[in-house]
């Protein structure tokens, strides 16, 4: 089974910190890698997203760095706010066939930013 | 506005009943997909559609069912089949594209009682 794996599970900073999240995949075929956002109780919503032939993406206060040749790809959050505090889960995507994406998930990771 | 909706929020389930979570996307996607989230596990694919009349098994299907007969909606039914039904699941859709966001329900959490 394809995997990507994400560290640490939980991530606690100060206000104003920098948080790194980090994951690893294996299959050379995904060929898309979004960062999903999620409070309690609701459903992901996207945060920014990266193609592997990039290797930084930079929108707002968060960024992700991308290793092609690592298969590694990481997210930083500047300047930390509580706001932020929400589990972040990594993706790795390729297509199924025809229409339909295959999204594999990381196992995510709980951030808070205390004030 | 538009979006996925997913019902009911909260559905208690007894033992042995087979019960429908609702998904309904106006966001014209052709490709749809349900998924299940356990604490710690991330996000499972159960099922996933990528036209009308048509779907696949994803990676935990046992014990789950689905129908695609309108464009708009992927309902999923769980089973009496299902050992282990409480959880949260997520419905989504994308539209066809490589670098295409996958837009996710609300959720439904299902217990059984």
């Known amino acids: 089974q394809q995997q990507v794996k994400q560290s640490p599970q939980s991530l606690i900073v100060q206000k104003g910190g920098i948080p790194i999240i980090n994951c690893a995949y294996e299959?050379?075929?995904?060929?898309?890698f979004p960062w999903y956002q999620q409070f309690p109780g609701k459903g992901p919503a996207l945060l920014i997203a990266?193609?592997?032939?990039?290797s930084e993406k930079k929108e707002g206060r968060f960024t992700i760095s991308f290793n092609k040749s690592a298969k590694q790809f990481s997210l930083h959050i500047m300047d930390s706010q509580p706001g932020d505090s929400a589990t972040y889960f990594c993706?790795?995507?390729?297509?199924?066939?025809?229409?339909?994406?295959?999204?594999?998930f990381g196992s995510g990771t709980q951030l808070t930013v205390l004030p | 506005d538009g979006g996925i909706t997913q019902s009911p929020k909260y559905l208690f389930r007894k033992e042995g009943q087979n019960v429908t979570l609702s998904c309904e996307q106006n966001?014209?996607?052709?490709?749809m997909y349900w998924y299940r989230q356990d604490p710690g596990q991330g996000l499972r694919l159960i099922y996933y559609?990528?036209?009308?009349?048509?779907?696949q098994k994803g990676d935990i299907a046992e014990g789950y069912s689905v129908s695609r007969e309108k464009k708009e909606s992927f309902p999923l039914t769980v089973t009496s089949a299902q050992k282990n039904p409480t959880a949260f699941y997520l419905c989504?859709?994308?539209?066809?594209?490589?670098?295409?966001?996958?837009?996710f329900g609300q959720g439904t959490r299902l217990t059984v009682v």
């Open positions: 989504a859709s994308t539209k066809e594209g490589r670098n295409t966001e996958a837009f």
């Open positions: 299959n050379t075929a995904f060929d898309y």
């Open positions: 990266i193609r592997p032939d990039v």
């Open positions: 993706a790795a995507s390729s297509t199924f066939s025809g229409s339909a994406r295959q999204l594999t």
């Open positions: 966001l014209n996607h052709d490709a």
């Open positions: 559609s990528q036209i009308v009349n048509d779907f």
